[in-house]
């Protein structure tokens, strides 16, 4: 029976020699910038904390992966969301007591992190969507009350209104009109998986009920498609005892579900993105009858159908599937039995090739994010960088 693993973040060695920056020194530092207050709790300074040495502004090398900035503190959970100015703000990452997890921004420019506002309503278990206006919405995901919004004008978070919903786990989707969908989950460990489901309105800070999903689902993926749709598929019930081929869309023009696929095997865990030609890519996942799954699945909107393509060259479980500008995917997982190596999907043959190695040192939960640039950066301790 597997407990719920966090999403993946794998910091990657570099695949040739020469083309790794050196590990940060504990003895680089410098003084955080203090947070303004005036929002009690959400605000506070910070102590001077260590910096890790800039990544290279070059690639070493094509398809390597390398080291960049260190997070200065944490790592072992949370979750990132590109900024529009192109940093990339990581939060929910370690619990500093009172209900209080630590932010923090990362500047591609410099390769380093520095310290942001506190986050309230902090699980471990988030799920980060940059909004339409460039502020950040951050879903507790651990059956909180209320989530956060981050605004990077100011550097703090601010509460949203309460939740109408009891979910832990469930999906986050940002829709096409600026509105957050959130989707199942569970109302308590091992017990209550949901199939309901409620929009969070940014304009006005609230919460409001739509329509519930077919089936209840925990740990499932959802997506938006190309016809401002949203794809949610897979999942588990009864702690990961039962996991599910089924799908679902969700039209948020009429709040309804209804169903599509299913896919050829039941998946929970599982990664997935939006292929340049509309298609859905689903990789790995846990099932019952296979456990760790190394098999993928595209869905094609057009005729609601799942089909097999390529598998990797191993299981997965929870993958992290980053589309790149050249319209491939990189793989990824946080398994350290399954992580020597990144696996990349061509869409035009329907296979994946082995990239880069891992470095088994240095593993997280927190899952990787596309630069404007390209690059994918893995946050954590130490970081790791993806040059295409």
């Known amino acids: 029976m597997l407990s719920r693993p966090g ?16 590990s940060p020194s504990p003895s680089q530092s410098q003084s ?24 290279p502004t070059s690639p070493p ?6 080291y960049t900035g260190s997070l200065i503190s944490g790592g072992g959970g949370g979750c990132v969301a590109l900024l529009h100015d192109g940093r990339v703000l990581a939060t929910d990452i370690d619990y500093l007591g009172a209900g209080l997890a630590e932010a923090q921004l990362y500047d591609p420019a410099t390769g380093k992190w520095a310290l942001t506002g506190l986050m309230a309503a902090a699980s471990g278990t988030c799920s980060a969507v940059t909004l339409l206006d ?3 919405f951050v879903d507790d995901g651990g059956g909180g009350t209320r989530d956060s919004v981050y605004d990077p004008a100011t550097g703090k978070f601010s509460l949203t209104g309460p939740i109408t919903g009891e979910g832990a786990f469930e999906t986050v989707t940002l829709l ?7 989707a199942g989950g569970a109302s ?16 006005t800070n609230t919460f409001a009920r739509t329509g519930s999903m077919r089936t209840a689902r925990e740990n499932a993926l959802a997506l938006l498609l190309p016809d401002r749709h949203v794809l949610v598929v897979g999942g588990d019930q009864e702690m990961n005892t039962r996991t599910l081929a089924s799908a679902e869309i969700f039209n948020p023009e009429t709040g309804k579900w209804s169903p599509t696929g299913p896919m050829s095997k ?13 298609r859905v890519l689903v990789v790995g996942g846990f099932n019952i009858e296979d456990n760790v799954l190394p098999s993928a699945e595209t869905y094609d909107p057009s005729t609601g159908r799942f089909t097999l393509t390529g598998a990797m060259s191993i299981g997965r479980l929870d993958p992290s599937a980053t589309l790149l500008k050249d319209g491939t995917v990189l793989v990824v997982s946080p398994d350290p039995d399954s992580a020597t190596f990144g696996e990349l999907y061509d869409p035009a043959t329907g296979q994946f090739k082995k990239v880069g190695q891992v470095d088994r040192n240095a593993f997280g939960n927190i899952p990787p994010v596309r630069l404007i ?3 994918v950066l893995f946050p954590g301790d130490p970081s790791g960088m993806y040059w295409p």
């Not at 203090?34 to 709790?41: H, N, Q, V």
């Not at 096409?176 to 959130?182: A, F, K, T």
């Open 7 to 22: 999403l993946a973040v794998i910091v990657i060695a570099a695949l040739v020699s020469g083309c790794m920056s050196n």
């Open 32 to 55: 955080a910038t203090a947070i303004p207050t005036g929002t009690p709790t959400l605000a506070t300074s910070f102590p001077p904390a260590g910096t890790p040495s800039a990544s």
């Open 61 to 66: 090398l094509h398809g390597v992966f390398t």
């Open 134 to 136: 460039g502020r950040v």
């Open 176 to 182: 096409s009109d600026g509105r957050v969908l959130l």
């Open 188 to 203: 308590g460990p091992g017990t209550g998986f949901l199939a309901t489901a409620e929009i969070y309105n940014p304009a």
């Open 266 to 278: 039941t998946r929970s865990h599982l990664g997935g993105t939006v292929l340049p030609d509309g």
């Open 373 to 375: 640039d390209g690059r």
